[in-house]
């Protein structure tokens, strides 16, 4: 059965992406080999993706890493959005993607095309939706060397909210479990 889980990249100030959606700070620090995210990668059946993350700066817009995980990502991708194409079939509409407008439907529905294997999430709301609702399983953060200052935190609540997370046993990333 498929689990959720949410990665991204952060800033050592925790902050995935900078002032206005800004990630040309990252484009320095992609590449190279990552055990963690090679076996993320290796697990991946769908992405469930924010519209503001599906539209949204990509540090490698116009080259052969374009996309998901530096390109490398091709397969199905769900995005959650209250503001769905008006034609989903359009031409604006890649292969592959279905815009969804609620959570929970949007949850099942990438479960549902990753079959045995996992889904993740791209995008800090989105995320911060499954973890209140109780659909998010796990999270893998990986951070660089740099200092953003303002933009996306990583999580956010309105009034916080106190997360449990457990440490997979055996990973050098972060990555944890989602303590329910």
């Not at 951070?143 to 106190?162: A, C, E, N, S, Y």
């Amino acid at each position: 059965m498929a689990i959720v889980i949410y990665s991204a990249t952060a800033s050592l100030d925790g902050f995935i992406a900078g002032p206005g959606g800004d990630m040309s700070w990252l484009s320095e620090h992609l590449g190279g080999e990552n055990e963690a995210a090679d076996r993320l990668l290796g697990r991946l059946g769908a992405l469930l993706v924010g519209r503001v993350t599906y539209g949204g700066d990509d540090p490698n817009a116009g080259t052969d890493a374009e996309g998901a995980f530096g390109g490398q990502y091709d397969g199905p991708v769900v995005v959650l959005t209250h503001r769905p194409p008006d034609d989903p079939l359009s031409a604006c509409s890649p292969d592959g993607v279905e815009f969804v407008t609620d959570l929970v439907t949007a949850v099942e529905r990438a479960k549902a095309l990753a079959g045995d294997r996992d889904v993740n999430v791209l995008g800090a709301d989105v995320a911060a939706q499954c973890l209140e609702a109780g659909l998010l399983d796990e999270v893998l953060l990986f951070f660089v060397p740099v200092f953003l200052g303002d933009g996306t935190p990583i999580f956010r609540r309105p009034g916080g909210r106190h997360v449990r997370l457990e440490r997979l046993h055996g990973e050098t990333e972060h990555w944890y479990r989602v303590v329910r």
